[in-house]
């Protein structure tokens, strides 16, 4: 899981499955792979429902062997066909492409976090955004990096390293708060809360949380994303990813659509 950046994205997915192998024809003689680029998750929550499947070492089948290098056009013209005949267009008044890791030259980004062994999506997610958040709101006044590790040893909801939601990270940030990573590095396995943190370093709570759109899930759409980004910073999301996720490594993903994501 990662958080939603940008919405250049979000135009590939509503390609239906006519114009995607129409396009990917277009660029059959080209032999450069496409992979998804993961896209940084976001802080208000589209979706709950995180599916954690626990460590997985399984060697990829052949199967999805051949999947991940059966994308035969060149990544750098795919892209450059969404920049010029997708974000042109618009929703309403905000344009279908922005990215608030450029946005009037300024990065809002935090650096990826490597999860490692640990279900810690859903943590590292919701923190990541928050932190993007607060960039954003602060005018980069406020640039914190805070301590996943604390966020889920700290947490009276989520399960640790065994998986949680990222809602339950955002309702921990109103009544408790988050303190800063250097207080508390990340770890890929479970520890215990470090109560002192919370009088040691800075402590960051949350406002105000909750699902884009109406407010409940399963709520939302395009235009209520598109809105939420622009104005107020990245949201958290949640997918149950095709099988053959597990062996991205760069660019944009493309998955056969009968593994489509949910």
Known sequence: MKKLLG??????????????????QQFTKDSNQLRLRQIDINFVQLSSQVEFKGNQHESPSKKLQEHS?????????????IENDVCGQSVDEYPRCFDW?????????????TQGDCGSCY???ALSALEARIRIKSQMKE????????????????????????????????????YEESCQPYIDSNTECDDSCFQKSKVYKIKDYGYVG???????????MIKEIHENGPVVLAL??????????????????????S
């Open 7 to 24: 919405i250049q994205h979000s135009t590939i997915e509503k390609l239906d499955q006519a114009q995607v192998h129409s396009t990917l």
């Open 143 to 178: 640039t914190p990096i805070l301590s996943i590790s604390g966020s889920m040893s700290c947490s009276r909801y989520n399960q640790g390293c065994n998986g949680g939601y990222p809602y339950l990270v955002a309702k921990q940030g109103r009544e408790f708060g988050f």
């Open 69 to 81: 290098q059966r994308d035969p056009f060149s990544q750098q013209r795919f892209l450059q066909h």
């Open 123 to 125: 943590a590292v997610a």
């Open 101 to 113: 890791r450029d946005k009037d030259g300024v990065n809002y980004d935090t650096p990826v976090k």
């Open 240 to 261: 149950n990813a095709a099988p053959d996720l597990y062996y991205y490594s760069s660019g944009v993903f493309l998955t056969n659509p009968t593994n489509s994501l």
């Open 214 to 224: 109406k407010g409940y899930y399963g709520s939302t759409d395009e235009k209520s």
